[in-house]
C-alpha cells in the first residue's frame, strides 16, 4: 500500500489544518490507521489512529479534544482535523497504515508509511 499525505502547510497559532492521507488500493479499508509527527530534534511520535471501519478513535494526550481522526466510507482515505494549533504541533506529520485491522499507537505496528507532510505553526 503506498500512501501519499497531504494537507499541511503554515498556520498562525490557534489556527486550523486538515490533512489528508490516500491510499492507493483497496485493501487498505482493511487496515486501522495512524497519524504520526515528528518535530525537529525529537523522535517521531504517536498523533492518532484508528479501526479499519472508522471506530475506536485514539489520541496522544497533547492533541486529545483539539485534533479530531476520521476516514471516508471507503475507507481509502484517512483525515486528521486539527485545530487550536500551537507551536508545539510544527512538525512534520506522516500517516501509516497498520499491519492490523484494529489501530495502533505503535509505531512498529505500522507497515507503510507516507512521506510526510510539513505542519508549520506560527506564533
Known amino acids: 500500500v503506498q500512501l501519499q499525505a497531504s494537507g499541511g502547510g503554515l498556520v498562525q497559532t490557534g489556527g486550523s489544518l486538515r490533512l489528508s492521507c490516500a491510499a492507493s488500493r483497496r485493501t487498505n479499508s482493511n487496515n486501522g490507521m495512524g497519524w504520526f509527527r515528528q518535530a525537529p530534534g525529537k523522535e517521531r511520535e504517536f498523533v492518532a489512529t484508528?479501526?479499519?471501519?472508522?471506530?475506536?478513535?485514539y489520541y496522544a494526550d497533547s492533541v486529545k479534544g483539539r485534533f479530531t481522526i476520521s476516514r471516508d466510507r471507503a475507507g481509502n482515505t484517512v483525515y486528521l482535523q486539527m485545530t487550536s494549533l500551537k507551536a508545539e504541533d510544527t512538525a512534520v506529520y506522516y500517516c501509516?497504515?497498520?499491519?492490523?485491522?484494529?489501530?495502533?499507537?505503535?509505531?512498529?505496528?505500522?507497515?507503510?508509511w507516507g512521506q510526510g507532510t510539513q505542519v508549520t505553526v506560527s506564533s
Open positions: 484508528i479501526d479499519w471501519n472508522g471506530g475506536r478513535p
Open positions: 501509516a497504515a497498520s499491519r492490523y485491522a484494529v489501530g495502533s499507537s505503535e509505531a512498529g505496528s505500522h507497515v507503510s
